[in-house]
């Protein structure tokens, strides 16, 4: 068998040598602190798939300027550092006329892919290092609440105004997954946020965001009766046809259904039903008359 450390090497030896016209990389091997610096600097990186952390930059080596990615995607436990990373480039250092070292990435990435995204909430910090990817199109979370065993809590942190705040700023979507839907019913986000989506996000084909159920009857009848919902309800909506719900609970009956189907499909007016597969099984939402579709 080759040793780990010999791949690691030989690889990170091969990217030292990759001169500028180099445009997409990928590996699941791992890369040297040295080959991944190498990397960030090419000007023509388009995508980019890495479960590396990022180099470490001291205060006197930044700024630095990030290639103008298209697709990137982050393995594991990579992604912490990464989004650190954005985050301390973006606000913590300008250059003259304004520039940033991400100014070209904040410009060309299209999708932000974090697989496997392991014991990392999505809160307000995250939503709000992704929301200057103005120019995002597919944003791919792919994250269990509860491991394979069920055991875990609710990991979503964000209410309806981050949301709110998020599809405001990304208004390319397309394709829109933040972490699969636990069963906890613990969330803060209500229907009023796939109501701001469909509203803000006016491309997007494929959705699958946690909201809580627990008095959603309720929350359709304001979102239909509220006046500060007035100007949102005038406005196009998105042409998504199927919801990812996953594992969301929800048992109602025929008049309890009926509010429902109706407000979803004032939300989402092209919508012909619910998709609900994960890891565990298929999703939870059902009524007398629907498992799983409307």
């Not at 990186?45 to 930059?57: A, E, F, K, N």
């Not at 103008?68 to 985050?87: C, D, N, Q, V, Y």
């Not at 496997?116 to 944003?139: C, E, G, K, W, Y």
């Amino acid at each position: 068998m080759i040793p780990s450390t010999y791949l690691k090497d030989s690889l990170s030896s091969v990217v030292l040598c990759c001169g500028p016209s180099l445009t997409e990389f990928s590996s699941p091997v791992p890369l040297s602190g040295a080959a991944v610096n190498h990397l960030v600097q090419l000007p023509h990186l388009r995508t980019w798939h890495t479960g590396d952390p990022p180099p470490v930059y001291s205060p006197s080596s930044l700024p630095l300027v990030f290639p103008p990615l298209i697709k990137f995607t982050l393995r594991k436990h990579a992604a912490h550092g990464w989004l650190s990373l954005f985050k301390r480039l973006q606000h913590g250092v300008s250059t003259t006329q304004g520039a940033t070292p991400l100014s070209r990435v904040v410009e060309s990435l299209r999708s932000l892919d974090i697989e496997s995204f392991p014991d990392r909430i999505i809160d307000l910090p995250f939503a709000s290092t992704i929301q200057m990817f103005r120019n995002l199109v597919s944003l791919n979370v792919g994250a269990h609440c509860h491991n394979e065993n069920g055991e875990g809590q609710c990991a979503f942190k964000l209410d309806n105004d981050d949301i709110n705040n998020l599809a405001m700023a990304l208004p390319q979507l397309e394709s829109l997954f933040l972490r699969w839907v636990c069963p906890e019913n613990t969330c803060a986000t209500t229907v009023v946020c796939l109501l701001v989506i469909s509203v803000c996000c006016i491309k997007l084909q494929e959705l699958e965001v946690h909201f809580n159920t627990t008095n959603v009857v309720d929350d359709f009848k304001n979102i239909s009766e509220d006046p500060r919902f007035r100007e949102l309800r005038s406005l196009p909506r998105c042409t998504l046809s199927c919801l990812d719900v996953s594992q969301t609970p929800l048992t109602l009956d025929e008049p309890s259904l009926e509010i429902v189907v109706n407000g979803m499909i004032n939300i989402f007016p092209a919508l012909a039903g619910f998709t609900g597969a994960s890891k565990h099984g298929t999703g939870s939402m059902r009524g007398s008359g629907m498992e799983g579709g409307v």
